[in-house]
């Protein structure tokens, strides 16, 4: 398989990384920022970025390791263009939440946490998300969807 | 004119557009930072919100005041203090900051921007849970509109006072909203808590002493000063000041989000405003507060939703956002759900939380897949003891314990059905 050579972080991330410094008292204070920034346009961060993030940010990758394994929306591993997240939460779940994952997983053909074979989605599990009034919820990439039944899910995933 | 009795939501729209500068003006906004400025030295603002009886609105209901005036103000003038609003909400079944996070944000910041005058503190940040993406950008905007007008930034209303505010969008763990935990990751570092004392009122964000507070209980903090203390106390029913953003989801009617005032009877919350429970569902107990409350009963429906009388009834008022239970749902199940929770987002610093709450979760799931012994119950309750206040580092596995020893107390014959069947199953086979 042929593996991606890593040139670093590209000039954009560099800068918005630095932009963030500016809020701050040191450095290492953005590191989530940083790692979230590297997410952006890379939707994972590998080990290399990891590295190069921490270089810049005049920490140990370690010390950066532990920062990153420490919160749920970073991701150390590939996934999909799309994360479709479904609240597993106390009220999602008394309203359906269970079944709102398996007719995901169904449709994609995948297990929680697994890339779809396009490359388009991974499913993951996300505590409540501030909506229970309209419970079940997802989110998708960056938008809320409410009231979620077997026909919404279709609907988002285009089919 | 303003709605005096909904200060808090009187711009929010039924639409979900949000509130411009412009609409936030045209209803009296920036009036309460301009009087707060131009006429109070920043003791008088703390007195002033002392007086109102304000306390806030992120699960503890210490007095917003009193907090404020515990600050060092002495020291030299040039003492870094900071001001962060807590916008992490991630307790299970709460849902009211985000509303007025995405609908009114220069609500808000005007409550910032008049905190950081009564403690002097000259930057401030916004922590919020990152997946609330929209509140992000609609925050963003606002605080960009309101550096153009001048209300933040250098000179604020032609005063010597200067302030920054910085939104910091946060990855995802329950235990950032815990105070001092969110000093940490606004650091950068694992979201673990710190040790009290000393208290981030003294030693808080970079060692510097640091105000935290609810975005609710800052988005109060304006029509205090605009409309001053008797008004605003006169809009409480019960002992408690001012309006509330009060919640109910479930197998509901109508399940929403409502202003009420303070004291507002759980009954009229869930028979009126939320209609009631759906066809074919009964009302079978409810945790009024969030996740990490006891769970009440039909019984206490007319208690009124305030810190005194909530506690009073075994509870806590919590965030004000109600999660109900029917009569189809199973409380053993649904205590599973929330352990599994708190057992996920627990940090892992100190062992009675880390080995305790997966230990609950082990016996529950055992219990419920027919392999529970009637002595599981006793050794539930020991835990709810081992991880109760006092024992643990923070207040994270004591709030885990708040539904579950409710449960054990109320529900304990769903507890025992799933027992006494495995035994039956046992006898005959
Ligand atoms: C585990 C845990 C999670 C918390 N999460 C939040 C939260 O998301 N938002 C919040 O305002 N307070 C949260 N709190 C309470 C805060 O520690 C703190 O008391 C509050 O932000 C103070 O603001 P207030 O005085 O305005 O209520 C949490 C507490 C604990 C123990
Ligand atoms: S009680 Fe739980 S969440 Fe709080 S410090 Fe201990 S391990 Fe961490
Ligand atoms: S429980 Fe799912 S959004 Fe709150």
Same mark, same amino acid.
């Given at each position: 398989?042929?593996? /991606?050579?890593?040139?670093?972080?590209?000039?954009?991330?560099? +800068?918005?990384?630095?932009?963030?410094?500016?809020?701050?008292?040191?450095?290492?204070?953005?590191?989530?920022?940083?790692?979230?920034?590297?997410? %952006?346009?890379?939707?994972?961060?590998?080990?290399?970025?990891?590295?190069?993030?921490?270089?810049?940010?005049?920490?140990?990758?370690?010390?950066?390791?532990?920062?990153?394994?420490?919160?749920?929306?970073? #991701?150390?591993? $590939?996934?999909? %263009?799309?994360?479709?997240?479904?609240?597993?939460?106390?009220? *999602?779940?008394?309203?359906?939440?269970?079944?709102?994952?398996?007719?995901? *997983?169904?449709?994609?053909?995948?297990?929680?946490?697994?890339?779809?074979?396009?490359?388009?989605?991974?499913?993951?599990?996300?505590?409540?998300?501030?909506?229970?009034?309209?419970?079940?919820?997802?989110?998708?990439?960056?938008?809320?969807?409410?009231?979620?039944?077997?026909?919404?899910?279709?609907?988002?995933?285009?089919? | 004119?303003?709605?005096?009795?909904? $200060? =808090?939501?009187?711009?929010?729209?039924?639409?979900?557009?949000?509130?411009?500068?412009?609409?936030?003006?045209?209803?009296?906004?920036?009036?309460?930072?301009?009087?707060?400025?131009?006429?109070?030295?920043?003791?008088?603002? /703390?007195?002033?919100?002392?007086?109102?009886? =304000?306390?806030?609105?992120?699960?503890?209901?210490?007095?917003?005041?009193?907090?404020?005036?515990?600050?060092?103000? +002495?020291?030299?003038?040039?003492?870094?203090?900071?001001?962060?609003?807590?916008? +992490?909400?991630?307790?299970?079944?709460?849902?009211?900051?985000?509303?007025?996070?995405?609908?009114?944000?220069?609500?808000?910041?005007?409550?910032?921007?008049?905190?950081?005058?009564?403690?002097?503190?000259?930057?401030?940040?916004?922590?919020?849970?990152?997946? #609330?993406?929209?509140?992000?950008?609609?925050?963003?905007?606002?605080?960009?509109?309101?550096?153009?007008?001048? #209300?933040?930034?250098?000179?604020?209303?032609?005063?010597?006072?200067?302030?920054?505010? #910085?939104?910091?969008?946060?990855?995802?763990?329950?235990?950032?909203?815990?105070?001092?935990?969110?000093?940490?990751?606004?650091?950068?570092?694992?979201?673990?808590?710190?040790?009290?004392?000393?208290?981030?009122?003294?030693?808080?964000?970079?060692? %510097?002493?640091?105000?935290?507070?609810?975005?609710?209980?800052?988005?109060?903090?304006?029509?205090?000063?605009?409309?001053?203390?008797?008004?605003?106390?006169?809009? !409480?029913?019960?002992?408690?000041?001012?309006?509330?953003?009060?919640?109910?989801?479930?197998?509901?009617?109508? $399940?929403?989000?409502?202003?009420? $005032?303070?004291?507002?009877?759980?009954?009229?919350?869930?028979?009126?405003?939320?209609?009631?429970?759906? +066809?074919?569902?009964?009302?079978?107990?409810?945790?009024?507060?969030?996740?990490?409350?006891?769970?009440?009963?039909?019984?206490?429906?007319?208690?009124?939703?305030?810190?005194?009388?909530?506690?009073?009834?075994?509870?806590?008022?919590?965030?004000?956002?109600?999660?109900?239970?029917?009569?189809?749902?199973?409380?053993?199940?649904?205590?599973?759900?929330?352990? /599994?929770?708190?057992?996920?987002?627990?940090?892992?610093?100190?062992?009675?939380?880390?080995?305790?709450?997966?230990?609950?979760?082990?016996?529950? %799931?055992?219990?419920?897949?027919?392999?529970?012994?009637?002595?599981?119950?006793?050794?539930?309750?020991?835990?709810?003891?081992?991880?109760?206040? !006092?024992?643990?580092?923070?207040?994270?596995?004591?709030?885990?314990?708040?539904?579950?020893?409710?449960?054990?107390?109320?529900?304990?014959?769903?507890?025992?059905?799933?027992?006494?069947?495995?035994?039956?199953?046992?006898?005959?086979?």
């Amino acid at each position: 398989m042929k593996k /991606q050579v890593f040139e670093g972080l590209s000039s954009a991330e560099i +800068d918005e990384i630095n932009a963030e410094m500016s809020h701050y008292e040191d450095k290492m204070a953005v590191s989530i920022e940083a790692l979230k920034i590297v997410q %952006k346009y890379r939707r994972w961060v590998s080990d290399e970025c990891l590295i190069a993030v921490a270089e810049l940010l005049e920490i140990s990758p370690t010390q950066l390791e532990a920062v990153a394994t420490f919160y749920n929306l970073i #991701y150390r591993q $590939p996934v999909g %263009k799309t994360i479709i997240h479904y609240c597993n939460s106390v009220t *999602c779940w008394m309203l359906g939440s269970d079944q709102v994952q398996e007719c995901l *997983c169904r449709h994609l053909n995948v297990e929680l946490g697994e890339m779809s074979a396009d490359g388009e989605y991974t499913i993951l599990p996300i505590v409540c998300l501030g909506a229970c009034d309209h419970a079940p919820v997802v989110m998708v990439g960056d938008e809320l969807r409410l009231d979620i039944t077997e026909d919404a899910v279709n609907e988002i995933l285009g089919r | 004119m303003e709605k005096m009795d909904k $200060p =808090l939501t009187k711009n929010i729209r039924p639409d979900r557009a949000f509130a411009t500068l412009a609409d936030y003006e045209s209803t009296g906004g920036y009036q309460g930072l301009r009087k707060a400025i131009t006429e109070l030295s920043p003791k008088e603002v /703390q007195q002033w919100v002392k007086d109102s009886g =304000l306390r806030g609105r992120g699960g503890a209901g210490f007095g917003t005041g009193l907090k404020w005036s515990l600050v060092p103000m +002495d020291a030299n003038v040039l003492q870094t203090r900071y001001l962060v609003a807590n916008a +992490d909400e991630m307790e299970p079944g709460a849902f009211k900051d985000r509303l007025l996070l995405e609908q009114d944000p220069h609500q808000l910041i005007e409550g910032m921007i008049i905190a950081a005058y009564a403690i002097q503190a000259k930057i401030a940040y916004i922590f919020m849970r990152g997946e #609330y993406h929209l509140a992000a950008k609609r925050v963003e905007n606002a605080l960009q509109e309101a550096r153009t007008e001048g #209300y933040l930034g250098e000179h604020i209303l032609n005063s010597e006072f200067n302030l920054q505010i #910085y939104l910091h969008t946060s990855a995802g763990r329950y235990i950032c909203g815990e105070e001092t935990a969110l000093l940490n990751a606004l650091e950068g570092k694992r979201a673990t808590p710190r040790a009290k004392p000393p208290f981030p009122l003294v030693s808080g964000l970079w060692g %510097k002493p640091t105000v935290v507070n609810n975005v609710e209980t800052l988005c109060n903090v304006p029509h205090i000063l605009q409309n001053g203390v008797e008004w605003y106390q006169g809009l !409480g029913r019960g002992s408690d000041q001012g309006t509330k953003l009060f919640g109910a989801s479930g197998r509901l009617k109508y $399940p929403g989000l409502w202003e009420l $005032p303070m004291g507002t009877p759980i009954r009229e919350i869930i028979e009126e405003h939320a209609g009631g429970m759906r +066809d074919g569902y009964k009302l079978r107990g409810f945790l009024p507060g969030g996740a990490s409350t006891d769970f009440l009963l039909p019984e206490h429906l007319d208690v009124l939703m305030d810190y005194e009388a909530v506690a009073k009834a075994g509870s806590r008022l919590g965030t004000g956002t109600l999660i109900v239970l029917d009569d189809k749902t199973c409380p053993v199940q649904m205590v599973l759900n929330l352990e /599994q929770f708190f057992a996920q987002e627990s940090c892992g610093w100190c062992t009675p939380c880390r080995d305790g709450l997966p230990w609950t979760v082990t016996l529950l %799931k055992d219990i419920i897949a027919g392999k529970g012994r009637i002595e599981d119950l006793d050794t539930l309750a020991g835990l709810t003891r081992m991880l109760g206040p !006092g024992n643990t580092f923070c207040a994270l596995a004591p709030g885990a314990m708040e539904p579950l020893q409710s449960a054990l107390k109320y529900f304990r014959e769903d507890f025992e059905r799933y027992i006494v069947g495995s035994h039956a199953v046992m006898e005959s086979s």
